[in-house]
């Protein structure tokens, strides 16, 4: 079992839907919990960041941590094109000094 | 602030051949990060700075070597290129190891025939 693992995708939603996008993890006592964006050839953005269980939101976007499940999740509200991208999860494991493991990506395209 | 800079942006080299990765901060971070990108493989680590002064194995460190060779400098050398070294490789730097928000160069896109 990968540590961190993502769909891959393609995720294809309407423009205005709601894009959710999944993440699970192995390790029981990983801590600090990350979404990044990826646009095509450029470098990962960090969109949000989520340490407790439970929701986090920042403008359309709602970051959902379940420790006891080892998910994490990430909802787009009202998605647009320009949130077509792909979206890398990463966990920052207990002990393990600044590491953080990514998952392999999950591709979002948002249709007009 | 220019952020976290690498250089170059491009680099084909042949099997055998040597060279250095440059990255370059300039936001006073303590902690400093390589990683390689492979498709479907999402971002691996290489080796990371904790802080000016030591380096830490990452997930996957053969055939690379690094030098943290002050607080703003972070270099990742390939001693003898090989194939399965063609990637895409980011630096990355974080104010601290724990918690803190890791900014990411724009990358290096490397070939090795």
């Known amino acids: 079992q990968k540590e961190v693992e993502q769909n891959s995708g393609p995720l294809s939603v309407p423009e205005g839907a709601i894009a959710s996008l999944n993440c699970t993890y192995s390790d029981r006592v990983s801590q600090s919990f990350f979404w990044y964006r990826q646009y095509s050839g450029k470098s990962p953005e960090l969109i949000m960041s989520i340490y407790s269980n439970g929701d986090k939101e920042d403008g359309r976007f709602t970051a959902q941590l379940n420790k006891a499940s080892q998910y994490v999740s990430l909802l787009i509200r009202d998605s647009q094109p320009s949130d077509s991208a792909t979206y890398l999860c990463?966990?920052?494991?207990?002990?393990?000094?600044?590491?953080?493991?990514f998952g392999q990506g999950t591709e979002l395209s948002v249709k007009p | 602030n220019a952020g976290v800079t690498q250089t170059p942006k491009f680099q084909v080299l042949k099997t055998g051949q040597s060279m250095t990765l440059q990255c370059a901060q300039d936001m006073n971070h303590n902690s400093m990060y390589w990683y390689r990108q492979d498709p479907g493989m999402g971002l691996r680590l290489i080796y990371y700075?904790?802080?000016?002064?030591?380096?830490d194995k990452g997930e996957v460190p053969n055939g690379y070597n690094v030098s943290r060779l002050n607080k703003r400098e972070f270099s990742l050398r390939l001693e003898s290129a090989a194939p399965s070294q063609t990637s895409v490789y980011f630096c990355a730097s974080s104010e601290r190891s724990y918690t803190d928000t890791q900014y990411f160069g724009p990358g290096t896109r490397l070939t090795v025939l």
């Open positions: 700075s904790a802080s000016e002064g030591t380096t």
């Open positions: 990463a966990v920052k494991p207990a002990n393990q000094g600044g590491k953080l493991i």
